[in-house]
């Protein structure tokens, strides 16, 4: 079975299948099949068939508008959850008091809502979710659809025989049968089958991975199974590098392999890491705050026989469990990790594309353009015994220079090796050009007094010519022992992933003036001209940095698996086996899964099949990245966590991306994953502490609840101690990060947090209790209406005090004080205790615009009390011993919850761990 067939039906069906066959067809029998002629196509037919087929045009994303744009990030579930604590809080900002009095509640809520002055909760609500939602599309801003690069990759325009005659017609007019007429620089406007071919090279780079141009030819090869290999057929999208051809076309549009991916990009994306592990963060909060207000509600509403102050006190629950600033938080250290990798000239696409790449544990990289520089070098210049040979290079580099016509990339990196002089020693008498059928050439050159005919060509082309080979100066003659051994050689080169040419010679004496293709026999074979797509320069060490950092790099290409084995030895990969795409296409699900985990190097992949070991790795749990620079790797990035390009890539690869790389050095990979790791590692943090606090207070509220008969918190001090808390870790995104929580892929991990805040929440209540009991039994707030009242509050107290509601009690405020100063103190010391795993202070300090927030935060927290507002707030001054009490409560909270922290990483490990 067809592994691809489970993935791309479009692609590697009907259309692929069509291509394939008429590849495999004569000329005239294919002619015959897509009822066109070597004239071309009829005005009149081919209008008939574009109604047929449809414009040659590709799938195009559909652009949203801003305000599309915007409500989508309005469904957040985060942004909705805080939507709901907006309106919620805007109601609960209301005198309950005077919304009481009425005998029908909604036309008094409705009556009400101007008089209030107290929208501090809902306005700062209010701006978290502006803040995060508009911040985020501003820095997302500039990406725009990658199926509209697609369609720019293709000119606008190309040449076709109409009614016999070479017409110029835009390219969305092109129908299957058109006779298509190509040169040098165009770009192939369809899928189509070569019909005739001179010195015609094209470059298939950004389609299949290769680094060497294909030479395309007219003539059927049935040995070829796929399709790619299909040596007369020619992909929308590819670039003709050199020479002539004319081909018919086959596919066009959608139809193509091009509109195939295209397709694929206009899809929606896939969640991440990121997305997955937000959503499941929210959900696991909303449950406990259904069944936490549920609770309360129902403990309030039951003993204090107020239902309405039941709802509102549920409601301010709801609202304290709820970490509103975490939308905030987490778009704020996105922007901060965005703008660091633009100083190391990273473009970061897609903010939670910083902390994708943070928790990657597997990087999956194409070959071509992203780990090699894509380009031809020549690497070898060798006799035929391997040594390097300065009359190769200069036979080779004459032969390059005197040849007429468009010189090929080979040529060209011959010409630029070495930049010899060759005119004052020599000049041309004459040339015998290329042909496929002879598959070399030669120029004849005026040198050393001899007319010198240089033949350069395929191996298997020279070898043919040749009857001696020279080593040194001296030349033997070409025994069969002697060939074989040669032969070895030239396949030693070749199974180190080089494109091998030969170079030969033959000397004539100067009355020789004319020369043809017989003159080509008798030569010497002089040696070899190995060429190759070298490596980045920094791809080996961003490799080894990599794994350093817990990272599988696997190596996913087009090319062929000779040269991929190559160059990945080259950069440090221990290749043990190169799986090919036809081992995978032929495998059962289970194998392919298997042998994707398994091995580490990949080669003659087809798009599909780059994307469906993408997804097989995510679904086995891993969270992959994916770096190519090709139309061939668009998919595959858009199937990844974190789509990854670089400098060299095609616009459609970049567009794809989420990540680009503006230079050539792979080592800022490091620098992002780093950075990526600790901000992925600062967002754990404030849901580490908000949940476990937050848990821990409710914690307390409920048992409050029901032990004492007037509320331990008013609302209004919930909200309050809630908005100072989260103003404390507003500097979370600046914080310090421990260089520890770098060395290893940092994740979403549910479970953990669940526990965490399980094992440390609870750890608060312990002594939110003990300040229970401090009020009650210390101070006497269960003396209730006897319990003396400071003179200066006397008549605060004679006006507000209801004998049938203890809430309004000076008992019940004093208690409410204290527990409002010791939760707030508590919670707020605690973020040095939690943001580390080593001891707070001693061995990991904060930053110092954290330690600042935190200061602050706790200072307003004790002089609150005693502000002329105190009152407003519910609030009244504590007596100076109860500061003593909270001292010694702060030291030992923090001592306790260092160690169980401690234990608990140490059992569990998990995030940071």
Not at 80 to 103: A, C, E, H, N
Not at 440 to 446: F, T, Y
Not at 830 to 852: C, D, E, G, W, Y
Request: aromatic fraction near 10%; glycine fraction near 6%; charge should be negative.
């Amino acid at each position: 079975m067809d592994r691809r067939n489970l993935v791309k039906p479009s692609l590697a069906t009907a259309h692929e299948k069509r291509l394939r066959e008429a590849c495999l067809l004569t000329e005239d029998d294919v002619l015959s099949r897509m009822e066109t002629s070597r004239e071309g196509l009829e005005q009149s037919s081919a209008e008939a068939r574009e109604h047929i087929y449809g414009p040659n045009v590709l799938a195009a994303e559909k652009k949203k508008s801003i305000g599309e744009e915007v409500l989508e990030r309005f469904a957040n579930p985060l942004v909705i959850q805080l939507l709901v604590i907006l309106i919620v809080s805007f109601f609960m900002s209301l005198d309950t008091t005077k919304l009481s009095g009425s005998g029908n509640l909604l036309l008094s809520l409705l009556a009400y809502l101007g008089s209030s002055n107290d929208l501090i909760t809902p306005s700062t609500v209010g701006g978290m979710i502006l803040i995060s939602v508009f911040l985020a599309y501003f820095q997302e801003k500039r990406s725009t659809a990658a199926a509209e690069k697609l369609k720019m990759l293709v000119q606008a325009t190309t040449i076709v025989l109409r009614d016999g005659k070479e017409v110029e017609i835009r390219m969305s007019e092109i129908v299957p049968g058109d006779i298509v007429v190509l040169a040098a620089g165009s770009i192939i406007p369809a899928d189509l089958r070569v019909l005739a071919a001179k010195d015609f090279f094209v470059s298939q780079s950004a389609l299949t991975g290769e680094s060497m141009p294909v030479e395309k030819y007219p003539a059927p090869d049935p040995t070829k199974t796929e399709v790619f290999d299909l040596q007369n057929a020619c992909f929308q999208g590819s670039t003709v590098i050199s020479g002539s051809g004319k081909g018919v076309v086959v596919n066009t549009g959608m139809t193509t392999f091009l509109g195939g991916i295209s397709a694929n990009l206009a899809a929606p994306n896939a969640a991440t890491d990121f997305d997955k592990g937000v959503s499941k963060f929210v959900w696991l909060m909303i449950r406990f705050m259904i069944v936490m207000v549920g609770v309360t509600f129902l403990i309030v509403g039951i003993t204090k026989h107020n239902w309405l102050d039941a709802l509102m006190f549920g409601l301010s629950i709801a609202v304290g469990l709820t970490p509103e600033m975490l939308p905030m938080i987490v778009t704020v250290c996105l922007s901060k990790g965005a703008l660091f990798m633009s100083h190391k000239k990273v473009i970061v696409k897609k903010l939670k594309s910083i902390q994708n790449l943070g928790a990657i544990d597997i990087l999956c990289t194409d070959k071509t353009g992203t780990i090699t520089q894509d380009k031809v070098i020549l690497e070898k210049h060798v006799d035929v015994t391997n040594r390097f040979s300065d009359d190769v290079l200069r036979y080779a580099y004459m032969n390059s220079y005197y040849q007429t016509g468009l010189r090929n990339l080979l040529d060209l990196s011959i010409l630029s090796h070495e930049d010899l002089d060759v005119e004052k020693t020599c000049k041309k008498i004459d040339e015998i050009p290329f042909d496929f059928q002879r598959k070399r050439m030669s120029v004849v050159l005026d040198y050393e007094d001899n007319h010198v005919l240089i033949c350069k060509g395929s191996v298997e082309a020279i070898f043919a010519a040749c009857d001696k080979y020279q080593i040194d100066d001296d030349i033997f003659p070409m025994i069969e022992i002697i060939k074989n051994d040669i032969i070895e050689e030239y396949m030693r080169l070749s199974s180190e992933g080089y494109r091998v040419l030969a170079i030969a010679y033959r000397e004539y004496s100067k009355e020789k003036t004319n020369f043809s293709v017989q003159d080509e026999s008798g030569l010497v074979l002089l040696g070899y001209l190995a060429f190759l797509d070298p490596p980045k320069d920094s791809a080996e060490k961003a490799i080894a940095s990599l794994r350093e950092y817990g990272v599988r790099v696997k190596v996913l290409t087009g090319d062929n698996e000779l040269v991929t084995a190559k160059v990945c030895r080259d950069v440090g990969f221990d290749v043990q086996r190169v799986i090919t795409g036809k081992e995978l296409s032929q495998m059962k699900p289970e194998d392919f899964a298997k042998t994707v985990l398994e091995y580490d190097v990949f080669a003659h992949l087809t798009p599909d099949q780059k994307e469906d070991i993408i997804k097989t790795l995510r679904s086995a749990g891993h969270v992959v990245g994916f770096m190519g620079d090709g139309i061939n790797d668009a998919a595959a990035m858009k199937a990844a966590d974190v789509g990854i390009s670089v400098d060299t890539a095609v616009d459609v690869a970049k567009e794809s991306a989420d990540i680009i790389l503006l230079e050539k050095n792979l080592l800022v990979l490091e620098d992002g994953i780093i950075e990526g790791r600790k901000t992925f590692n600062n967002i754990i943090k404030y849901i580490k502490m908000g949940a476990s606090s937050n848990f821990g207070n409710m914690f307390s509220v409920v048992g409050a609840s029901y032990l004492f008969p007037f509320l331990p918190m008013q609302p209004v001090q919930i909200l309050l101690n809630n908005l100072l808390y989260d103003l404390s870790q507003t500097a979370i995104p600046l914080d310090n990060v421990d260089p520890e929580f770098a060395n290893k892929p940092q994740s979403w991990d549910i479970q953990f947090i669940r526990r965490f805040m399980m094992f440390i929440g609870p750890i608060s209540s312990i002594f939110d209790y003990a300040t229970f009991a401090l009020m009650w039994l210390f101070f006497k707030t269960s003396s209730l209406f006897n319990l003396a009242v400071p003179t200066d509050l006397i008549p605060y107290f004679q006006v507000h005090t209801v004998a049938s509601d203890p809430n309004t009690t000076y008992a019940a405020h004093l208690f409410n004080t204290g527990w409002f100063v010791e939760s707030l103190l508590t919670q707020t010391l605690i973020v040095h205790i939690i943001r580390t795993n080593k001891i707070p202070f001693l061995q990991s300090r904060a930053s110092f615009s954290m330690t600042m927030t935190t200061v602050l935060v706790m200072a307003v927290g004790g002089i609150l009390p005693y502000t002329p507002i105190a009152l407003d707030l519910g609030l009244v001054p504590l007596p100076p011993i109860f500061w003593a009490f909270i001292a010694a409560f702060l030291v030992l909270y923090g001592v306790l919850t260092h160690n169980v922290k401690m234990w608990f990483h140490k059992r569990y490990g998990g995030i940071g761990a």
